[in-house]
C-alpha cells in the first residue's frame, strides 16, 4: 500500500499546438469510468477539443486549468517547455525515441525538471507490438488527404481525374462518409478511367504496420490491382498491359529496400534490423524510377540506410528516370526515410511541391501558384488522425484505458504495469536504460550536421542564407558587426545563429571562425585579409567574392601546406563571368578552334523606374568596393596592342555599350584584363582581352568629377576622425575645394574652380553642362547644406557612408533591380572559318519578395561553391579563383537551375574578329 497512493489525481492538458488538434487521450466515458474507480480528473478548458467542457463535468471530470494537483498529466501532442510542470509524470507522444532534433530541447527540459516521460509510442506487450496508437487512422486521413491533392495536383499538370471529387479527411463526418466518397470516386475510375499519360498509375506502401493497413484499407476501396516490386516494372516498361481503368497498389518490406553492403551475404530481415549498418539501400534502383505515389508509413531512425536521399532523387529527375507524383508521408520523419521531407505540413497548410533539382521548396506561403511548380508533391501532416477526432480517440481512449488507474495510483516505475515501464523514456532526471541510446543517437546525427560561416548580414546574404538553409545538414551562422542584421536574416529559419563580428579582435573571430567548416566573407575585399589569416589558424576553407589581394596571394604556399581551400572571385564580377568564359573557352578548344578576342562586360543596374536620381545609379551593397575601383589602373589589350588607362582618368575612357538597344548604357575598363588571359588559357592566341563595367550613360561623368575634386581619397584627415569637431558638408566642400572659412566665394563657385582648369592651363574635361551637373548632384545629396557629417577617418569612406544613407534600394516600396553579364568571343576555327559567338546572362530582382538581382548573383555562387568545399567537391588547395572544370561546372549547372541562365547566339563572320 504504501507504493500506492490512496489518492489519485489525472490532469487532462488542453492541446494547444495548432487549432486542428481536437483530439483527446480520453472520452467523457473513460473519464466517468475512472472517476468511478475514485481517480479525480482535472481537464483543462477547452473550446476546441471534439468532447466539450460540458459534456467531461457531466461525468465527474473537473474543469480547471492548474492541472498542478494532478501527479499524471496526460496530452496527446508535445508539451511547450514552460508549460511542463518539474516532478511531475508526463504521458504524451514526444517524439524524442528517434533522437528528433526539434524536440531535444524539450527533452533536455524534461531532464531538468526531473518529469518521468512516459511516451505512448513505445507502450508495447511482451512481442513489442505497440498497443497504444491512433495508426490506422493516420493511415486512412493521410491516403485520403493524399487522393484530395493529388487531384489538384494532376489539374495543375494538365490532367483532370476523379480524385478532384474528394474533400480532405476533416470535411466528412465520419470515416464511414469518407469511406463512401471514396468508393463513389472509384466507380468513376472504373467506369471512365485515368488519362492515358498517368497510366500506370502506381502507389507504393512502406511497411505492413498498422499505418499501412489503414492506408491499404482506403486505397481498395479503389478499382485496384496489388502487385509486386517486380510486375510494378513490368507495367511501367510495357504499358500496353497497364489499365487505365485500375490503380496499381505495391506494399514494400525492407527486403524489397535494401541489400547487404557484402555481396556474398543474403538478406536477413533480423540481421538487418540488428546491424543496419551493414545494409544500403536499393529503393533508388528498385523502387523509385517505377512509382507514382509513396504512401510512407514505415519506421526509421538514423542507425537505418534512407529509402531515398535529396541527392538520389535529384539524380532519378536530372536522368529523366522519375515518374514521382506525390508523396504523403504518414509516418512525418523529417529528413527521415525521405530526406527531401524537409519539414512537416499541417491541415492548414497541407502541402508543398519539392523540387529535386534546386531543392526548393514551394508552397502558398511563398507562392501562390505553387502548385504549377515543377516537383513532387509533398503531403506530410503531423496530426492526420486529428480529422477523424471523434473516432479516434474513442480507439485511442479505449486502448489506453486499462492501465490508467495502476498509473496514477502508482509511484514507482518498478511497480508500474511492464507495458508501461517499457514506455518510462525518462526519470528522476535521466534517461532510463532502454533508452539511453538517445544519447549517442544525438551524437551521431549532431556529427552529420556541418556548419558555414557566413560573415557580413548585407542584402548579398539573403541569397547565400536561402539556398544553405535548404541543406538539411548544414548549420549557419550569420555575423555581421550589427548583429540585428543577422538576427533578421535568421528569422524563420532552423538551424540558423546570429553572432556578433569584430574583424579587428583576433581572439573573437578566431572563436568564431573556429565554429565553422567553411567560412564565406561577403564584408568588404580589405578585410578579407584578417579573415584569411584567421582561417589559417584555424585550418578553415574559404570562400569570397572579392578578388585576390596581393597579400591573400602571398598566403598561397601556406593554404595549400594546410591542404585548405581559399576559393575567391565567387560573386558576380568576379565570379561567374569567369565560369561561363571557361566553359565556353574550354568548349571551343575541345573542338579544335581558338579564341582570339574576348570583351565582357557586366554591371548591376537599378531598374529604370528605380533610377530617379542624378547617378542613374544604387547600391545593392557596400558602396566602398564600387568606389575603389574607380580608383584602380586599368589596363587591357586591343588589336594586339596594351592600352594603359590610370585610376585618376578611369572614367574619361567611358565609352558606349550597345548591347540591348533599348537601354542606354556607357561603360569603362574594369582593372587589369591582361592576367585572365593566362587564367583563361588564351594568351597565344587572344589579341583582345577586355573586361569592362556597365553603368546607365551619365554615371561616368558625375563620377569623373567626383573624383576629381577628391572625394576618393582613402588616406587618413585629421578633421575626419571620430574625434575631431563636428563638420558640416557645407565645410567639409569648402577644404577640398581649398577655400579657407574667411574666403568669401561660395562653395558652389569654389567647386566650379576646382572642376575648371585656369585660362591657358590644360583642360580637365568638364564643360559648363557637366559641371551643372555635377552640382546638382551635390545638391541632392545635401553637400552644400548645413548637415553634420558623419566623420569616417578618410573622405573616401565618409563619402560612402553619405552615399549608403541616400544610395540604398527602397525594398518597401518595391524598388529592384537587374544585372547585366555580356561576354563576346571571337573564334577561328581549324579550317579558317571564323565565328562570333556571345553569351548573355540577365538576371532581374523580385520586387514582391524583396530579393535583388545583385542579391542572388553575388549570394548563390558563392553559397553553391562552400556547398562544394564543404561536400569534398572541390580537391584544387590553395588561393585560387574558380578557373577549373570540377569547380565551374556543377557551379553553373546549379545556378541553371536556381534560374540564372545564360542565353547563347553565334554567327559566322568573314575576317577574325580582333
Known sequence: REKMSTTAVLGIRREDKNRWERRAPLT???????????????????????????QYRRVGGTIQEDLSEASVILAVKEVPCELLIPNKTYIFFSHTIKAQANNMKMLDDILAKKIRLIDYETITDDDGKRLVRFGKFAGYAGTIDLFHALGNRLLALGHSTPFLHIGYSYCYSSVEAAKAAISAMGEEIENYGLPQELVPLTFVFTSEGHVSRGAQEIFKLLPHKMVTPEEMEALVKDKDKASPFLVYGCVIDSKDMVKPKDPAKKFEKTHYYEHPEEYESTFMEKIAPYVSVIVNCMFWNARFPRLLTMNEIHQLQDEGRSRLIAVSDISCDRMGSLEFLLRTTSIDQPLFIYDPITREIHDHSSDSDFIYKPGVMVIAIDNFPTEFPKEATQWFGDHLFPFLEKVARTKQVSDLPPEIRRAVVADSGELTPAYRYISELRKIQESAQRTILILGAGFVSLSAVDYLSRNPQINIIIADINVDLAKKLCEGRSRCSAEVLDCQNKEALDKLVNSANVVVSLLPAHFNILVGESCLRKKRHMVTASYISPALKEMHADVAAAGLTFLNEMGLDPGVDHLEALRIIDSVKEKGGKIVSFVSWCGGLPMPEASQNPFGYKFSWS????????????????EGKLVKIPGQRLFTARQKVDIFPGFNLEGIPNRDSIPYADDYGITDDVKTMFRGTLRYTGFCEIMQ???????????????????????????????????????????????????????????????????????ECFKWLGMFSDHPVNKKGSTLDTFCELLSSKMQYDLVHHETDMVILHHIFGIEWADGSHEVKTSTLV????????????????????????ELILDGHVTKTGVIRPMDP?????????????GLRFTERSKPVHHAPL
Open 28 to 54: 467523457p466515458t473513460h473519464v466517468q469510468q475512472l472517476v468511478a474507480m475514485g481517480v479525480k480528473v482535472i481537464i483543462q478548458p477547452s473550446s476546441l477539443r471534439t468532447f466539450s467542457d460540458v
Open 623 to 638: 558602396p566602398r568596393g564600387v568606389l575603389v575601383a574607380a580608383t584602380k589602373d586599368a589596363q587591357y589589350l586591343q
Open 705 to 775: 568629377a567626383i573624383s576629381e575634386v577628391g572625394l576618393l581619397d582613402e588616406s587618413q584627415q585629421s578633421y575626419l576622425q571620430a574625434d575631431a569637431p563636428d563638420l558640416t558638408w557645407n565645410s567639409f566642400l569648402r577644404k577640398l575645394c581649398r577655400l579657407k572659412d574667411n574666403d568669401p566665394t561660395s562653395t558652389r563657385q569654389g567647386m566650379k574652380l576646382r572642376l575648371r582648369a585656369p585660362d591657358g592651363f590644360p583642360s580637365k574635361d568638364f564643360d559648363d553642362d557637366q559641371i551643372k551637373k555635377t552640382l
Open 843 to 866: 538576371v532581374h530582382g523580385d520586387a514582391r519578395k524583396g530579393v535583388l538581382a545583385m542579391t542572388k548573383s553575388v549570394g548563390l555562387p558563392v553559397a553553391i561553391a562552400a
Open 886 to 898: 570540377m569547380i565551374y561546372k556543377p557551379i553553373l549547372k546549379t545556378l541553371a537551375n536556381e
